[in-house]
């Protein structure tokens, strides 16, 4: 049910205004919820084909591993020589007002530490394919970080789209017919009442053109 709201010409402009108001912002709401359905759905093929790499370079890594420790001897030792990951850095885009995380990794073609004499192609391998992983792992964090941070953006879209169409629209809507039905309801009454009073008026002059008539006659 319409809210009712007192029939004056000044309350259907301002009922108008709101109505095209928010129309127009049922428009932007579902324009952007599609950007980001789209923006979202690309991230999506993104991460499934980074996780597919990831798991293809995890199996070659520790194959490698394995194939090191056999040849040369447990390895562990050689892990201080890795160098603590420092290099990764955050920054943020704006896609529809949704800020969107950029993990870049500065870092990622650091040389091994190790020394080349007395280790073999097969560690060499292993460190390639664990810094090839550390590079994937950074870009499917942003990728699947964004989806996680459109996810959200797109529910809130949707139900401030649904709120305007399915209650704000439908309300102004039924302000501006009920304004319009009594402001039209008015005239038809005043239209009524304008005729009414002018056939009496005619009817009064004619009943005062015939009294002078029958004056003029009797006089006579």
Same mark, same amino acid.
């Given at each position: 049910? /319409? ?26 709401? %579902?324009?952007?919820?599609? &950007? ?8 999506? %093929?993104? $991460? ?14 520790? $194959? /490698? ?10 390895? $562990? ?17 704006? &896609?529809?007002?949704?800020?969107? *995380? ?8 650091? *040389? ?22 550390? @590079?994937?792992?950074? &870009? ?8 996680? @941070?459109?996810?959200? /953006? ?15 629209? *439908? ?9 319009? %039905? ?5 005239? @038809?009454?005043?239209? $009524? +009442?304008?005729? &009414? ?9 004619? +009943? ?10 009797? %006089?006579?």
């Amino acid at each position: 049910m /319409a809210e009712q709201v007192f029939p004056t010409k000044g309350n259907l402009i301002k009922a108008k205004r709101s109505l095209l108001q928010a129309k127009q912002g049922f428009e932007l709401m %579902d324009r952007k919820r599609n &950007v980001l359905i789209r923006e979202m759905v690309a991230l999506t %093929d993104k $991460s499934r084909l980074i996780r597919g790499s990831i798991e293809e370079t995890y199996r070659r890594a520790y $194959s /490698a591993l394995q194939k090191a420790n056999i040849t040369m001897g447990s390895i $562990s030792t050689l892990a201080q020589f890795v160098p603590e990951e420092n290099g990764l850095e955050i920054s943020y885009r704006s &896609v529809m007002g949704v800020e969107i *995380p950029t993990v870049e990794l500065k870092s990622e073609n650091t *040389p091994p530490l190790y020394n080349f004499a007395t280790t073999n192609s097969y560690l060499d391998i292993a460190y390639m394919c664990f810094n090839e992983t550390k @590079r994937l792992t950074a &870009v499917l964090s942003e990728v699947e970080n964004s989806i996680y @941070r459109l996810a959200i /953006a797109i529910k809130r879209t949707q139900k401030r789209a649904n709120a305007l169409k399915n209650i704000i629209i *439908p309300k102004f809507e039924g302000q501006v017919k009920f304004i319009t %039905d009594s402001l039209e309801e008015k005239e @038809r009454e005043e239209f $009524s +009442r304008q005729k &009414v009073i002018k056939s009496q008026k005619m009817k009064k002059e004619q +009943r005062e053109r015939l009294m002078k008539l029958f004056k003029l006659k009797s %006089d006579s």
